[in-house]
């Protein structure tokens, strides 16, 4: 399917090109008729001038401008309409059934949120100050964390420590996944002295939290010479930083709220699976169904969301009234339950209702589904 569109994208491209390269033919010529004319005008005197420009006038009328553009804009946009309807055939749906949708409306302030996220998870904070919602996204830290992530991306790593130490809000896990690119890197360049030394002096003080992977790490530099058949060759593959480029920015997001989730590239995967399933049921007696459908809509694992919450002391369904609150322990109970549970303590502390941790409310944080 993919190709075929792309292969009507290609003439339409094309057509547009040419298109534009006989219009812009067009005026050439008016331009040089013109110009002719200024110049054999030079010669001659105010009267002849004058009896000559309707003779310029017939010939610039010959070449009929107008009507060649217009017809040649026609034939551009029915080719247009023919590439919209070889999609709509591929593509199996109307979207413009969409458009009889009454169902509520979506939240403004959220969807600006939404657009200030996704330019802020992009590093263009500047952008996202245009929208107005960009607070506690301090420029100095985005700046820095980008910086990071750029330094990464080049695999100047040395530069990418630095610059991760100086954000202000770097986890140690942060530092660790720089640190361990750096020690695959030298690995990559069979320094394995270096390599090992390397390993010894920076990985080791991560052995708390990360001691399996360093077992891990470690095992790596018996087949750095050979990987690919090896089963650390994910390591030495070049995707791999990549993906601790993913890590690190989930980190941060834990540390800072930075939104390292991509909520658009989200919205729109799950738009391209769930639409071409909702518009054969949507449509029942030529009303568009606002309700929950009746039917289940089959997406990916990976867009998977729990869209409702009940809370395991209360019983009580999420709403936005009573949101989903998270617990520094990891788990999840309703805000009128912390509610309760903060009023009934003397000591405005609470103990979670499924382990020991005692919590304050400033260290929960509202979980949105």
Same mark, same amino acid.
């Given at each position: 399917?993919?190709?075929? $569109?792309?292969?009507? =994208?290609?003439?339409?491209?094309?057509?547009?090109?040419?298109?534009?390269?006989?219009?812009?033919?067009?005026?050439?010529?008016?331009?040089?008729?013109?110009?002719?004319?200024?110049?054999?005008?030079?010669?001659?005197?105010?009267?002849?001038?004058?009896?000559?420009?309707?003779?310029?006038?017939?010939? #610039?009328?010959?070449?009929?401008?107008?009507?060649?553009?217009?017809?040649?804009? +026609?034939?551009?946009?029915?080719?247009?309409?023919?590439?919209?309807?070889?999609?709509? +055939?591929?593509?199996?749906?109307?979207?413009?059934?969409?458009?009889?949708?009454?169902?509520?409306?979506?939240?403004? *302030?959220?969807?600006?949120?939404?657009?200030?996220?996704?330019?802020?998870?992009?590093?263009?904070?500047?952008?996202?100050?245009?929208?107005?919602?960009?607070?506690?996204?301090?420029?100095?830290?985005?700046?820095? #964390?980008?910086?990071? $992530?750029?330094?990464?991306?080049?695999?100047?790593?040395?530069?990418?420590?630095?610059? &991760?130490?100086?954000?202000?809000?770097?986890?140690?896990?942060?530092?660790?996944?720089?640190?361990?690119?750096?020690?695959?890197?030298?690995?990559?360049? =069979?320094?394995?002295?270096? &390599?090992?030394?390397?390993?010894?002096?920076?990985?080791?003080?991560? &052995?708390?939290?990360?001691?399996?992977?360093?077992?891990?790490?470690?095992?790596?530099?018996?087949?750095?010479?050979?990987?690919?058949?090896?089963?650390?060759?994910?390591?030495? *593959?070049?995707?791999?930083?990549? !993906?601790?480029?993913?890590?690190?920015? +989930? *980190?941060?997001?834990?540390?800072?709220?930075?939104?390292?989730?991509?909520?658009? !590239?989200?919205?729109?995967?799950?738009?391209?699976? &769930?639409?071409?399933?909702?518009?054969?049921?949507?449509?029942?007696?030529?009303?568009?169904?606002?309700?929950?459908?009746?039917?289940? $809509?089959?997406?990916?694992?990976?867009?998977?969301?729990?869209?409702?919450?009940?809370?395991?002391?209360?019983?009580?369904?999420?709403?936005?009234?009573?949101?989903?609150?998270?617990?520094?322990?990891?788990?999840?109970?309703?805000?009128?339950?912390?509610?309760?549970?903060?009023?009934?303590?003397? /000591?405005?502390?609470?103990?979670?209702?499924?382990?020991?941790?005692?919590?304050?409310? /400033?260290?929960?944080?509202?979980?949105? $589904?």
């Amino acid at each position: 399917m993919d190709s075929v $569109i792309s292969h009507h =994208l290609d003439r339409l491209k094309k057509r547009l090109h040419n298109s534009r390269i006989f219009t812009s033919s067009i005026i050439d010529k008016i331009i040089e008729k013109i110009s002719n004319f200024e110049s054999k005008g030079e010669t001659l005197n105010d009267l002849e001038f004058f009896s000559e420009i309707p003779t310029l006038f017939q010939d #610039i009328q010959t070449l009929e401008p107008l009507k060649k553009v217009c017809q040649e804009h +026609k034939d551009t946009y029915a080719y247009l309409a023919r590439v919209g309807k070889e999609c709509d +055939k591929y593509l199996g749906l109307n979207l413009e059934d969409l458009s009889t949708h009454e169902g509520e409306q979506f939240d403004q *302030d959220s969807l600006q949120q939404i657009l200030a996220n996704c330019l802020i998870s992009q590093g263009l904070l500047s952008q996202a100050n245009l929208i107005g919602k960009s607070e506690g996204y301090p420029a100095d830290q985005v700046s820095k #964390i980008f910086e990071t $992530i750029h330094f990464l991306k080049t695999g100047d790593l040395d530069s990418a420590l630095a610059s &991760a130490s100086q954000t202000g809000s770097t986890s140690q896990d942060v530092l660790f996944y720089i640190h361990k690119l750096k020690y695959i890197q030298l690995l990559k360049s =069979l320094d394995l002295p270096q &390599a090992l030394e390397y390993a010894q002096k920076f990985l080791g003080q991560y &052995a708390e939290r990360h001691l399996e992977e360093i077992k891990h790490l470690m095992g790596a530099c018996l087949f750095c010479k050979n990987p690919s058949d090896s089963p650390y060759s994910q390591l030495f *593959d070049e995707g791999y930083t990549q !993906e601790v480029i993913k890590d690190i920015l +989930k *980190d941060w997001g834990k540390c800072t709220d930075f939104p390292n989730v991509e909520v658009l !590239e989200t919205l729109f995967k799950a738009a391209e699976q &769930a639409i071409p399933q909702i518009l054969p049921v949507a449509q029942i007696k030529g009303k568009m169904w606002t309700g929950p459908l009746p039917t289940e $809509i089959k997406l990916s694992q990976e867009l998977k969301f729990h869209s409702t919450f009940v809370c395991p002391i209360s019983k009580e369904v999420a709403t936005a009234n009573n949101p989903p609150i998270l617990l520094p322990c990891g788990h999840l109970i309703a805000k009128n339950t912390m509610d309760r549970l903060i009023n009934a303590s003397a /000591r405005q502390k609470f103990k979670c209702p499924t382990c020991p941790t005692e919590v304050t409310e /400033r260290e929960t944080k509202q979980i949105y $589904i």
